[in-house]
């Protein structure tokens, strides 16, 4: 199947720095990425949906401001979490949409990024 | 708003034994379904899905997950676990038309060998 790399997939910072997270499509081209976070023993929660040259969509309760979200072309969309906080510490995985012609649409999925503020 | 409930939160089970994991999802509308796996340590990965058609879907590594509409059901079974099916699954819903996915809280399952 198609392969998204989620990069990096484990990330220590200080508090108040902002962190950077790519999630690739490596061998198809993804119109639509999604961003996830999953806190402790809660589920995975949709954050935003991006779409490639546009702004990204998000959902109820997250921080656009906070949570930068860039999907400059049809392979890479980037999170970044700006001046993070301890609460912040979560997991972040991406996943990336392809719809094949006459085909139901199908949702690949990153490996995932552990990250903790300190 | 849609929402998903895994019911058990961890299972432990020996080789050999049967599996079942419940999902329930609250939408009134047409749904997709689907089980999602995460083996420790890899991505997530696509076990089964359902759309339309027959309520039992067949997946991967002997996997089945039965749709039963009149109970919001989608549960998954195995007949017979093995150790390397020790991962943490997900249950996930998509109501029909659009692209967001809700997820249940998940299911960390040990088989122990």
């Known amino acids: 199947g198609a392969v998204v790399s989620q990069h990096p997939s484990r990330v220590i910072c200080k508090s108040g720095t902002s962190v950077k997270i790519e999630c690739r499509s490596l061998?198809?081209?993804?119109?639509?990425m999604f961003w996830y976070r999953q806190f402790p023993k809660q589920s995975l929660m949709l954050m935003a949906t991006?779409?490639?040259?546009?702004?990204?969509?998000?959902e109820q309760g997250v921080e656009k401001d906070k949570f930068l979200i860039n999907h400059a072309s049809l392979t890479l969309s980037t999170l970044t979490v700006t001046s993070a906080h301890p609460e912040d510490s979560s997991f972040y995985i991406c996943?990336?949409?392809?719809?094949?012609?006459?085909?139901?649409?199908?949702?690949?999925f990153g490996s995932g990024t552990q990250l903790s503020v300190l | 708003a849609q929402s998903v409930s895994q019911h058990n939160h961890h299972v432990i089970l020996s080789e050999a034994a049967s599996l079942e994991l419940g999902c329930n999802y609250s939408?009134?509308?047409?749904?997709?379904l689907f089980w999602y796996v995460q083996y420790p340590g890899q991505h997530l990965q696509l076990l089964l899905k359902?759309?339309?058609?027959?309520?039992l879907v067949k997946g991967i590594k002997g996997f089945e997950a039965e749709f039963i509409k009149s109970k919001f059901s989608f549960n998954l079974r195995k007949p017979s676990v093995q150790w390397s099916d020790t991962a943490e699954y997900f249950c996930?819903?998509?109501?029909?038309?659009?692209?967001?996915?809700?997820f249940g809280t998940g299911t960390r399952l040990l088989v122990s060998p």
């Open positions: 996943s990336a949409s392809v719809s094949p012609t006459g085909g139901r649409e199908k949702l690949f």
């Open positions: 061998d198809f081209q993804a119109t639509t």
């Open positions: 991006s779409n490639e040259g546009s702004k990204a969509t998000y």
């Open positions: 939408y009134g509308g047409t749904v997709n």
């Open positions: 359902y759309f339309s058609g027959d309520p």
């Open positions: 996930a819903v998509n109501a029909y038309g659009f692209q967001k996915l809700v």
